[in-house]
């Protein structure tokens, strides 16, 4: 007889996301007159760049001629791409990363969902708490985590590492040694960022005990300060133990066109296995390439016009960020995040959990948000909103804010 | 320290299709002046279709305006695409399916590679042999395969079910009770149909053993006789055991767009367990969603322009498809499938293993195909060629194995 995968069973509730859409489409029904402002999930509103439109209709166009038709993308996606990926992303940067080290795919969330896979199950994982689910849910689908503690709302055999507001929401090492580090900067949730020596000292500990650091830099773009490095391969050692995740979404509003990539140096190898070959033959096996037209899409990004439309559009989200953050500030909130990336961290008022703020936040104001309770027990008494909303729908959710 | 899933160490060589184009670049590079004809890898050469063009072109036009622009999917695809699947390729022949049955993808491939994942690494599958290598990859990379046998070509723990000249390539029933079972037809590598009656047995005896058939119907739209199924729904109490994927790939030539479905009855289950639940949160986790555009791509393919325009596609490739079937019959070469299937399955001549075949072929014809013996031990001796070409590439081609 079939048998289920019986730790789909161990996941606890639904999906964060998918929690707040029934309960904002419940709410919308109770009251179709309400006008619910969504600054809640990470999802981007600004129209894709017109350099990147204007490259899209002419990848549409070389697929309708057979003498330009493509068909199956390469493994790993098109050189193109690659290669100026690697130029602009990395080596402009100072970073040592080729374009064969770039593997093109259809998102920063599936990778970081996927690349547990080429890791033995045995692996004891640590992330931050609060952390995006994807990191926790997918090594839980894999029987990576042990049973759920729901009272502590843990599962048995992950490393927690607090984020509070003590630390800055930059963990501390953790005192048990993890073999894999999820680690997300700008992160989400909380818009905290990681100092270029603090992040060398996650690199140290990392090679010291034979661990990999799996980074999720997808907000990377959103960086405004000095000092806080843009990809982990800035700090010495880093291709020796880390894979990066990077993501057109947040950077160029790709959140519906679906593009990403992720870096594994040749060299990196642990128990003296090298990384890359698996991720290639994962990527071969079990996926078969981003769209030519989203991968053109891409390139355009990187185009000096694409470039500077898509710095408009971070700048318009930025300034979405500072008007809550000072709107917010302004009204006696205590909010961190929101100046080296999209979402602002809030502590509730009047010690409510998380979800009794949603739930009043959502009656009072109308304004949809994430509890950070959803992204861990660190991340109770703690909500997040995100700079994506329109300027006008932004303004007016802090005005409704500022009647609490 | 961090350690490698093991079970990659178990997957013998290269994915089949890296190692061909491995051998035609070598093969070019020594030979420049060589005009190489690929009828390998199963990738389509005809434009996207007019009416698929026009409609991408006014989606990409949606995501440039802020008004029309469209961030994340839905977790299962878009309602437009879901339903008008439902419709068309599933109520319209008699299978009760809806909507919200059908989980819209970026293609066949991943699906089939991934379902597994929401299985216990205890099931037992059973492939056919030969048979698509994403199957048992995928399930060697989970570890539930067992250790690999390379003087057998076998994994210990998988039931390999023998498609020979004899049973007409359509395997018999295992003796052994297998958990899973997949089924492809028309079949990749072989080109052969299964008639009505004959699904229905198996469809009875996974319902007689609880077991899940993992149903590939990627090849349907190449179906051109009657009595033979083009769901596996068309069969009675499959909504009970059986999960059914399709691609826009083949149908519509979408291999460089990425399109699919899965279909998961709501009220499918396995030990009291409903699998509809398990994929869409393994969706929700690690998956965002195909792209607008191409689900509105998609959308396309239905409307009678797109019908019309597909239609005239496929009747081109089967063209082909009959031009190699009659031209190597004529020229003394034992050929099968090719008549509800784009590929043909040859016998190689003399008794040369599919290899020695490829190398010959390459090297006397500049023609490439597929060898046999990549699908599996039992397709030693067959070589696959496609009828994916150009017209003009597929009349050469065969003009050329006139001359062997």
């Known amino acids: 007889m ?34 619910i402002i ?61 374009a064969d080290e770039i593997f093109v795919s259809d998102g920063a969330k599936c990778d970081c969902g996927n690349i547990q896979e080429i890791f033995d199950t045995g692996n004891r994982i640590a992330v931050c708490d609060p952390v995006y689910p994807v990191y926790v849910d997918s090594n839980v689908m894999a029987g990576r985590t042990g049973a759920y ?67 999720d830099a997808a907000y990377e773009a959103y960086i405004s ?27 160029a509003g790709f959140t519906g066109l679906r593009l990403g990539f992720t870096v594994i140096p040749k060299d990196l190898e642990t128990g003296g296995e090298r990384l890359w070959p698996l991720w290639a033959r994962r990527h071969g096996t079990k996926y078969n390439g981003a769209p030519y037209i989203v991968q053109k899409a891409g390139e355009a990004v990187y185009s000096p016009e694409g470039r500077q439309q898509v710095r408009e559009q971070i700048a318009y989200y930025m300034g979405n960020a500072k008007i809550i953050l000072d709107g917010l500030k302004g009204a006696g909130f205590e909010v961190s995040g929101g100046v080296n990336a999209p979402y602002i961290w809030l502590k509730t008022p009047r010690n409510m959990t998380s979800w009794e703020f949603f739930d009043y936040l959502l ?42």
């Open 363 to 404: 009656s009072e104001a109308n304004v949809v948000g994430t509890p950070g309770s959803g992204f861990g027990p660190h991340g109770e008494h703690y909500f997040r909103l995100t700079a994506f909303g329109s300027r006008e729908n932004t303004v007016e959710a802090v005005e409704r804010f500022k009647t609490l």
């Open 149 to 215: 503690d729901a009272a502590a709302e843990r599962f048995e055999n992950v490393i927690y590492m607090p984020c509070t507001a003590e630390n800055g929401f930059v963990p501390d090492l953790p005192e048990e040694i993890p073999d894999l580090i999820y680690l997300c900067f700008p992160n989400n949730p909380t818009g905290a960022v990681i100092k270029k020596a603090e992040l060398q000292k996650w690199v140290d500990f990392a090679r010291k005990h034979d661990s990999i650091i799996l980074y």
């Open 225 to 251: 300060e000095e000092d806080v490095p843009h990809s982990i391969y800035e700090c010495d050692g880093a291709k020796e133990c880390a894979i990066e995740f990077r993501s057109f979404s947040k950077t």
């Open 2 to 35: 079939a048998k289920i995968n019986a730790n789909y069973k161990k996941l606890p509730g639904s999906y964060l996301f998918s929690m707040i859409g029934k309960k904002v489409r419940e709410y919308q029904e109770a009251h179709p007159e309400a006008k």
């Open 38 to 98: 969504r600054l809640g999930i990470g999802d981007v509103t600004q129209p894709i760049a017109p350099k990147v439109i204007e490259t899209l209709h002419s990848a549409v166009d070389e697929m309708g001629d057979a003498s330009t038709f493509k068909g199956y993308a390469p493994d790993l996606g098109y050189e193109f791409l690659r290669s100026v990926i690697a130029e602009k992303d990395y080596r402009d940067r100072g970073c040592d990363i080729s």
